[in-house]
């Protein structure tokens, strides 16, 4: 596996601000040949390093996001009860962390009977201790290479 150097890294971000930009537009930006673009994004989903394209939805739709802070029951498999919790289609994210809580989910509903029945459910699945939610209220994304 490369180590990741700048041009990578400039790739990585202009995709993660949106994954549909066109490798040309991607040279242009960057001042680089379309064909190396091309080349390097093909070498970072090869080797794992961009594992796929995801979407960004918009305010519209979904209402109400929240954080589902998780412990599970000493000696369950972690990795497990993440693959139940990512099943949910109000799931966005799972994250493993160190210490407690072992998981963060990120939850995107449309309701708070939604948000409630997407707890619920979560706190049935096997080996799950103990849950607390924080509802989202505003959000701070990073703006990256901003069109002059």
């Known amino acids: 596996m490369k180590i990741l150097d700048d041009v990578d890294r400039q790739i990585i971000a202009l995709l993660k601000e949106n994954a549909r930009i066109k490798n ?5 930006l960057l001042g680089i040949n379309e064909a190396t673009v091309r080349n390097r994004i093909k070498r970072l ?7 796929s394209y995801t979407v960004q939805l918009g305010e519209m739709a979904h209402q109400i996001e929240a954080y589902l802070w998780i412990e599970v029951r000493p000696g369950t498999n972690i990795p497990d009860v993440a693959k139940k919790i990512t099943i949910l289609p109000e799931v966005e994210q799972v ?4 210490g407690k809580p072992d998981l963060v989910a990120k939850l995107s509903c449309r309701t708070t009977n939604q948000l409630n029945e997407v707890i619920d459910t979560i706190r049935n699945i096997k080996g799950i201790d ?3 939610t924080s509802i989202i209220l505003r959000q701070y994304l990073p703006k990256r290479h901003e069109k002059e």
């Open 24 to 28: 040309t537009e991607i040279a242009q």
């Open 45 to 51: 989903e090869h080797e794992g390093i961009i594992l």
């Open 95 to 98: 994250s493993e962390l160190a």
């Open 130 to 132: 103990e849950t607390k």
